[in-house]
């Protein structure tokens, strides 16, 4: 029985996907479940697994094709067998009858490419160095190529025919990529965007951190980690400064009365931001698992479209890779953005005296045509009190 696999169901804002890889051909075997193909959209990469056991018969799109929901991908015959491999390689001839004359050995690719008619010494070179001299620019008496070219050519050190120090790959985009370039310009023409930062302190953070995570661990069997801190005090600020929070919908401004906090994610290709909705009512056990759990499939690719829909406001976290200070850009239509950075000890002055704390310079980019000044500032206040202190978050403080 033939059944059609069908490009899954898009939602309202994908309006199509490309074909990014088929890892079935027309031929090979299936098993229910199993992926055929990747689709790439603007956000996400999806599988497409196959609904039955059975054999691909038919491919109606390649890849780097551009498909529209529900549009017809390919044919699998259900429940049959895939073909045996054909035949016509006959089992090897016992040892006994090869020939007893050894074949020459065959020719290296510098001795099949004019490497005898080099002069002795660049003719070791290149026979020892695996080079074709024919992809070597000679610099020699007529273009002749000497020793030193092919010792340049091997050690990169010269351009040649197709190697050298200055290589070039001209790749196009993906539609991720695209994506996010289209997003990065969207936010600069269409947000005054401003940035305030402030510093903090992570001392009682860090020592809360070190006396309870043996005991949380084993309670959630999930590590405590400082982003938890971070979103649990954002979601908080956000409640006290709901402007904060909002977004921009034509001549209107929308306030939002949950955090649905999107955390940047780095993967080879490019951010993505998970939502963990509702952060004010989560815990910070729960709020480590929804990291842990993005985290896992952001890396292998299993991230859908739901888990990068909406939010209200989003963190990022450059400390991650050792930035110390940068100015995040606004994902729109969120209205704001905060900037972790690198935890550096340094001199800092308490009750007088100068000791060494673990310092962290945090940033907030806003859209200053609904967020004022005051309330960017007084936000960024607010988070650094709360992670200054963190009992004011369990007495929401």
């Known amino acids: 029985m033939a059944i059609e696999v069908k490009v899954p169901v898009l939602p309202e804002s994908v309006s199509d996907a490309t074909i990014a890889a088929w890892h079935k051909k027309v031929g090979d075997s299936v098993k229910r479940d199993e992926n055929l193909m990747d689709l790439e959209t603007d956000k996400v990469v999806l599988e497409v697994p196959s609904p039955v056991d059975g054999v691909l018969k038919e491919i109606k799109f ?3 094709d551009t498909v529209t929901s529900q549009q017809l991908l390919a044919v699998i015959e ?8 054909a035949a016509a390689a006959e089992a090897p001839k016992p040892a006994q009858e090869a020939p007893k004359a050894a074949a020459k050995p065959a020719a290296t690719p510098a001795a099949a490419s004019g490497a005898d008619a080099l002069p002795p010494g660049a003719r070791f070179t290149a026979v020892s160095q695996g080079i074709d001299p024919a992809q070597v620019e000679g610099t ?29 790959e001209r790749v196009p985009m993906t539609r991720i990529r695209k994506r996010i370039a289209e997003r990065l310009m969207q936010s600069k023409e269409s947000i005054a965007m401003l940035t305030s930062f402030n510093e903090v302190n992570l001392a009682k953070v860090s020592a809360a951190r070190k006396a309870l995570q043996e005991d949380f661990q084993k309670a959630h069997g999930v590590k405590l980690g400082f982003m938890s801190f971070f979103a649990k005090a954002a979601a908080n600020a956000l409640q006290r400064y709901p402007v904060v929070n909002a977004s921009v919908d034509g001549d209107d401004i929308i306030y939002h009365g949950y955090a649905d906090i999107s955390i940047a994610v780095s993967t080879d290709k490019g951010l993505v931001t998970p939502v963990l909705r509702n952060v004010e009512r989560m815990s910070f056990a729960d709020i480590e698992k929804g990291i842990g759990d993005y985290a896992v499939k952001a890396r292998d690719g299993k991230l859908g479209l739901e888990d990068l829909q909406g939010g209200t406001f989003t963190i990022t976290n450059g400390g991650t890779f050792g930035s110390l200070f940068s100015t995040p850009i606004v994902n729109p239509p969120q209205s704001a953005i905060l900037g972790m950075h690198a935890i550096k000890e340094r001199a800092v002055v308490e009750n007088g005296q100068v000791v060494v704390a673990p310092m962290m310079y945090i940033a ?3 859209d200053h045509r609904i967020i004022d000044g005051k309330d960017a500032v007084l936000f960024l206040v607010d988070i650094k009190n709360q992670l200054e202190n963190p009992n004011r978050m369990l007495f929401d403080l």
């Open 140 to 168: 020699g008496r007529h273009g002749a190529v000497t020793k030193a070219d092919l010792v340049n050519y091997a050690s990169g050190k010269t351009a040649g025919v197709s190697g050298g120090a200055r290589p070039e």
């Open 364 to 366: 907030l980019s806003y």
């Open 78 to 85: 259900e429940g049959a067998v895939a073909a045996a491999p």
């Open 62 to 64: 390649q890849e780097g």
